[in-house]
């Protein structure tokens, strides 16, 4: 069974950056594709970014193109979200999710393709 586990998340200010981190247990980073995917109030939940095993195809919502950025380090077993300029619109539980064939070929980021996923990590953008 694959843990998942998210972390970083806080309250910051409009404008403000935060960066996420998602971790794997009990198997190697290097066979999954990453997701990261939120969840705001009163909202459904939207995915927000990928990443494939090698890092060449990342996929990003529209919402978040040019603000956001996914990056991933297999030898340290860690993806990050990088979030800059927050709007109160980013405001939500962001949630991790792997799989090994996720990510790869259509350019949304579907929840239904990832098996595994985290707890979710809490993000306020609110002044």
């Known amino acids: 069974q694959l843990l998942v586990e998210e972390s970083g998340g806080s309250l910051v200010q409009p404008g403000g950056s935060l960066r996420l981190s998602c971790s794997v247990r009990?198997?190697?980073?290097?066979?999954?594709?990453i997701g990261w995917f939120r969840q705001g109030p009163g909202k459904e939940r939207e995915g927000v970014s990928c990443?494939?095993?090698?890092?060449?195809?990342?996929n990003y919502a529209d919402s978040v193109v040019g603000r956001f950025a996914i990056s991933r380090d297999n030898a340290q077993n860690t993806v990050w979200l990088q979030m800059d300029n927050l709007k109160p619109d980013d405001t939500g539980i962001y949630y991790c999710a792997a799989d090994r064939a996720a990510c790869v070929i259509r350019d949304d980021i579907r929840a239904i393709e990832y098996k595994f996923w985290g707890q979710g990590t809490q993000v306020t953008v609110s002044s």
């Open positions: 990443i494939n095993v090698s890092g060449s195809r990342r």
């Open positions: 009990g198997d190697s980073l290097y066979s999954f594709s």
